[in-house]
T-cell receptor
Framework: KAGVTQTPRYLIKTRGQQVTLSCSPISGHRSVSWYQQTPGQGLQFLFE???????NKGNFPGRFSGRQFSNSRSEMNVSTLELGDSALYLC????????????FGDGTRLSIL | TQLLEQSPQFLSIQEGENLTVYCNSSSVFSSLQWYRQEPGEGPVLLVT?????EVKKLKRLTFQFGDARKDSSLHITAAQPGDTGLYLCAGAGSGGSNYKLTFGKGTLLTVNP
Protein backbone atom coordinates (compact mmCIF):
# COMPACT_ATOMS: atom_id res chain seq x y z
CA LYS A 1 0.00 0.00 0.00
CA ALA A 2 1.54 3.31 -1.04
CA GLY A 3 2.11 5.79 1.78
CA VAL A 4 1.30 9.47 1.97
CA THR A 5 3.09 11.37 -0.79
CA GLN A 6 3.98 15.03 -0.55
CA THR A 7 5.37 17.19 -3.33
CA PRO A 8 7.63 18.96 -3.69
CA ARG A 9 10.11 17.86 -1.02
CA TYR A 10 11.93 21.19 -0.97
CA LEU A 11 10.96 24.73 -1.89
CA ILE A 12 12.74 28.05 -1.71
CA LYS A 13 10.66 31.21 -1.98
CA THR A 14 11.06 34.88 -1.21
CA ARG A 15 8.94 37.09 1.02
CA GLY A 16 5.65 38.14 -0.50
CA GLN A 17 5.36 35.19 -2.85
CA GLN A 18 2.78 32.46 -2.57
CA VAL A 19 3.22 28.70 -2.57
CA THR A 20 1.11 25.59 -3.12
CA LEU A 21 1.96 22.24 -1.56
CA SER A 22 0.43 18.94 -2.59
CA CYS A 23 -0.49 15.80 -0.67
CA SER A 24 -1.77 12.43 -1.87
CA PRO A 25 -3.18 10.39 1.03
CA ILE A 26 -3.18 6.65 1.46
CA SER A 27 -5.77 5.07 -0.80
CA GLY A 28 -9.11 4.89 1.00
CA HIS A 29 -8.24 7.54 3.58
CA ARG A 30 -10.70 10.40 3.48
CA SER A 31 -9.25 12.62 6.20
CA VAL A 32 -6.23 14.77 5.36
CA SER A 33 -4.61 17.00 7.96
CA TRP A 34 -1.83 19.54 7.58
CA TYR A 35 0.75 20.44 10.20
CA GLN A 36 3.56 22.98 10.45
CA GLN A 37 6.72 21.82 12.23
CA THR A 38 9.36 24.25 13.48
CA PRO A 39 12.14 23.79 16.07
CA GLY A 40 10.61 26.38 18.38
CA GLN A 41 6.92 25.48 18.24
CA GLY A 42 7.01 21.80 17.33
CA LEU A 43 4.14 20.29 15.35
CA GLN A 44 1.17 22.62 15.06
CA PHE A 45 -2.16 21.71 13.50
CA LEU A 46 -3.17 23.82 10.51
CA PHE A 47 -6.42 22.28 9.31
CA GLU A 48 -8.17 19.07 8.34
CA UNK A 49 -10.24 18.19 5.29
CA UNK A 50 -12.75 15.39 4.98
CA UNK A 51 -14.86 14.72 1.89
CA UNK A 52 -13.74 18.02 0.32
CA UNK A 53 -14.84 20.06 3.37
CA UNK A 54 -12.69 21.74 5.97
CA UNK A 55 -13.72 20.04 9.20
CA ASN A 56 -11.22 21.44 11.70
CA LYS A 57 -8.97 24.45 11.79
CA GLY A 58 -6.00 25.47 13.92
CA ASN A 59 -4.92 28.95 14.96
CA PHE A 60 -3.17 30.15 11.84
CA PRO A 61 -3.86 33.36 9.87
CA GLY A 62 -6.03 33.38 6.79
CA ARG A 63 -2.91 33.39 4.57
CA PHE A 64 -2.91 29.64 5.12
CA SER A 65 -5.62 27.87 3.19
CA GLY A 66 -6.29 24.49 1.73
CA ARG A 67 -8.63 22.38 -0.28
CA GLN A 68 -9.40 18.77 -0.96
CA PHE A 69 -10.41 17.17 -4.21
CA SER A 70 -12.91 14.40 -4.87
CA ASN A 71 -10.10 11.82 -4.96
CA SER A 72 -9.05 12.97 -1.43
CA ARG A 73 -5.85 14.60 -2.67
CA SER A 74 -5.25 17.87 -0.89
CA GLU A 75 -3.39 21.09 -1.49
CA MET A 76 -2.25 23.75 0.93
CA ASN A 77 -1.64 27.33 -0.12
CA VAL A 78 0.27 30.02 1.71
CA SER A 79 0.01 33.56 0.37
CA THR A 80 2.16 36.62 1.08
CA LEU A 81 4.97 34.51 2.50
CA GLU A 82 6.82 35.74 5.57
CA LEU A 83 10.22 34.70 6.92
CA GLY A 84 8.48 32.99 9.83
CA ASP A 85 6.71 30.63 7.44
CA SER A 86 9.96 28.73 6.96
CA ALA A 87 9.16 25.27 8.26
CA LEU A 88 8.55 21.63 7.48
CA TYR A 89 4.96 21.19 6.33
CA LEU A 90 3.60 17.74 7.02
CA CYS A 91 0.51 16.13 5.60
CA UNK A 92 -1.16 13.21 7.33
CA UNK A 93 -4.08 10.99 6.44
CA UNK A 94 -6.41 8.69 8.33
CA UNK A 95 -9.56 6.74 7.47
CA UNK A 96 -11.86 8.84 9.69
CA UNK A 97 -11.43 11.46 12.39
CA UNK A 98 -8.32 13.65 12.57
CA UNK A 99 -7.78 12.59 16.19
CA UNK A 100 -7.17 9.00 15.08
CA UNK A 101 -3.63 7.67 14.46
CA UNK A 102 -2.17 9.56 11.56
CA UNK A 103 -0.07 8.37 8.64
CA PHE A 104 2.39 11.11 7.77
CA GLY A 105 4.18 11.99 4.58
CA ASP A 106 7.83 13.00 4.67
CA GLY A 107 6.95 16.67 4.37
CA THR A 108 7.80 19.68 2.26
CA ARG A 109 10.69 21.77 3.54
CA LEU A 110 9.83 25.42 2.79
CA SER A 111 12.54 28.04 3.10
CA ILE A 112 11.75 31.75 2.80
CA LEU A 113 14.58 34.08 1.83
CA THR B 1 -6.39 25.23 24.66
CA GLN B 2 -4.98 21.78 25.29
CA LEU B 3 -1.21 21.65 25.83
CA LEU B 4 1.21 18.75 26.13
CA GLU B 5 4.61 19.18 27.73
CA GLN B 6 7.35 16.67 27.04
CA SER B 7 10.47 16.18 29.10
CA PRO B 8 13.33 16.06 28.77
CA GLN B 9 13.67 18.09 25.58
CA PHE B 10 17.04 16.52 24.76
CA LEU B 11 18.56 13.24 25.92
CA SER B 12 21.95 11.80 24.97
CA ILE B 13 22.85 8.39 26.37
CA GLN B 14 25.15 5.44 25.76
CA GLU B 15 24.04 2.22 24.15
CA GLY B 16 22.64 -0.19 26.72
CA GLU B 17 21.29 2.44 29.11
CA ASN B 18 17.64 2.73 30.12
CA LEU B 19 15.62 5.93 29.79
CA THR B 20 12.17 7.38 30.38
CA VAL B 21 10.52 10.31 28.64
CA TYR B 22 7.42 12.02 29.92
CA CYS B 23 4.38 13.64 28.41
CA ASN B 24 2.20 15.75 30.74
CA SER B 25 -0.92 17.85 30.45
CA SER B 26 -3.58 19.44 32.60
CA SER B 27 -6.17 18.29 30.07
CA VAL B 28 -7.85 14.92 29.73
CA PHE B 29 -7.41 13.16 26.40
CA SER B 30 -9.54 10.42 24.89
CA SER B 31 -6.34 8.66 23.85
CA LEU B 32 -2.65 9.33 23.52
CA GLN B 33 -0.40 8.43 20.65
CA TRP B 34 3.38 8.13 20.50
CA TYR B 35 5.33 8.75 17.31
CA ARG B 36 9.00 8.59 16.35
CA GLN B 37 10.43 10.88 13.71
CA GLU B 38 13.79 10.39 12.05
CA PRO B 39 15.66 13.12 10.16
CA GLY B 40 14.16 13.88 6.77
CA GLU B 41 11.07 11.78 7.42
CA GLY B 42 7.60 12.23 8.79
CA PRO B 43 6.53 10.89 12.20
CA VAL B 44 5.68 7.21 12.38
CA LEU B 45 3.12 5.90 14.86
CA LEU B 46 4.52 3.64 17.58
CA VAL B 47 1.50 3.02 19.78
CA THR B 48 -1.89 4.32 20.89
CA UNK B 49 -3.01 4.08 24.53
CA UNK B 50 -6.68 4.55 25.27
CA UNK B 51 -7.57 3.39 28.77
CA UNK B 52 -6.39 5.11 31.95
CA UNK B 53 -3.62 3.03 33.53
CA GLU B 54 -3.01 1.10 30.32
CA VAL B 55 0.46 -0.30 29.70
CA LYS B 56 1.62 -1.40 26.25
CA LYS B 57 4.91 -2.98 25.29
CA LEU B 58 6.61 -2.86 21.93
CA LYS B 59 9.80 -4.93 22.17
CA ARG B 60 12.09 -2.83 24.41
CA LEU B 61 9.65 0.09 24.59
CA THR B 62 7.02 0.32 27.35
CA PHE B 63 4.26 2.92 27.15
CA GLN B 64 1.98 3.88 30.03
CA PHE B 65 -1.12 6.06 30.09
CA GLY B 66 -1.84 7.80 33.38
CA ASP B 67 -4.90 6.79 35.41
CA ALA B 68 -6.50 10.20 34.81
CA ARG B 69 -5.62 10.15 31.08
CA LYS B 70 -3.64 13.38 31.42
CA ASP B 71 -0.12 12.04 31.15
CA SER B 72 1.97 9.28 29.64
CA SER B 73 5.46 7.88 29.75
CA LEU B 74 7.73 5.99 27.40
CA HIS B 75 10.43 3.76 28.87
CA ILE B 76 13.17 2.27 26.71
CA THR B 77 15.23 -0.61 28.05
CA ALA B 78 18.79 -1.20 26.84
CA ALA B 79 18.69 1.58 24.27
CA GLN B 80 20.32 0.99 20.89
CA PRO B 81 21.61 3.46 18.27
CA GLY B 82 18.61 2.58 16.13
CA ASP B 83 16.37 4.13 18.80
CA THR B 84 17.80 7.56 17.96
CA GLY B 85 15.11 9.99 16.86
CA LEU B 86 12.55 12.57 17.91
CA TYR B 87 9.84 11.06 20.11
CA LEU B 88 6.52 12.86 19.97
CA CYS B 89 3.42 12.36 22.06
CA ALA B 90 0.03 13.47 20.75
CA GLY B 91 -3.19 13.77 22.68
CA ALA B 92 -6.47 13.10 20.95
CA GLY B 93 -9.20 15.57 21.76
CA SER B 94 -12.87 14.82 21.34
CA GLY B 95 -16.04 16.73 20.66
CA GLY B 96 -16.66 19.53 18.19
CA SER B 97 -13.54 21.47 17.25
CA ASN B 98 -11.40 19.27 19.46
CA TYR B 99 -11.40 16.37 17.00
CA LYS B 100 -7.71 16.83 16.38
CA LEU B 101 -4.31 15.87 17.77
CA THR B 102 -2.30 18.12 20.05
CA PHE B 103 1.41 17.37 19.83
CA GLY B 104 4.11 17.89 22.40
CA LYS B 105 7.32 19.50 21.20
CA GLY B 106 9.15 16.20 21.43
CA THR B 107 12.16 14.57 23.07
CA LEU B 108 15.23 14.35 20.85
CA LEU B 109 17.00 11.12 21.80
CA THR B 110 20.55 10.31 20.74
CA VAL B 111 21.93 6.87 21.56
CA ASN B 112 25.69 6.71 21.17
CA PRO B 113 27.37 3.39 20.28
Amino acid sequence: KAGVTQTPRYLIKTRGQQVTLSCSPISGHRSVSWYQQTPGQGLQFLFEYFSETQRNKGNFPGRFSGRQFSNSRSEMNVSTLELGDSALYLCASSPGQSNQPQHFGDGTRLSIL
Amino acid sequence: TQLLEQSPQFLSIQEGENLTVYCNSSSVFSSLQWYRQEPGEGPVLLVTVVTGGEVKKLKRLTFQFGDARKDSSLHITAAQPGDTGLYLCAGAGSGGSNYKLTFGKGTLLTVNP
